[in-house]
């Protein structure tokens, strides 16, 4: 067996809200997670924001220490 058969690549979380990123991730395992604000109004105002950037890349093989970056707008 290869190893790469039970290895999925890594989703794409864009379009995606943040909390429902966030969650998905801790559920696939991965801990260090950083959140950049790329729009100030995103905190104000109670909105919901989404993601609109990602780190690594959707179809990429990270380990579970990498570090995943999600850019989050409102």
């Known amino acids: ?3 790469f058969d039970s290895i999925n690549p890594f989703p794409s979380f864009v379009g995606m809200r943040r909390d429902d990123a966030i969650r998905k991730l801790k559920e696939m395992g991965f801990k260090n997670i950083e959140v950049i604000n790329t ?4 905190e104000k105002e109670g ?3 989404k993601v ?9 093989f990270p380990g ?3 570090l995943i970056k999600l850019y989050i707008h409102s």
């Open 1 to 3: 067996d290869d190893l």
């Open 39 to 42: 729009d100030k109004k995103c």
């Open 47 to 49: 909105r919901k924001c």
């Open 52 to 60: 609109s950037e990602q780190e690594p890349r959707e179809g990429e």
């Open 64 to 66: 579970f220490e990498t």
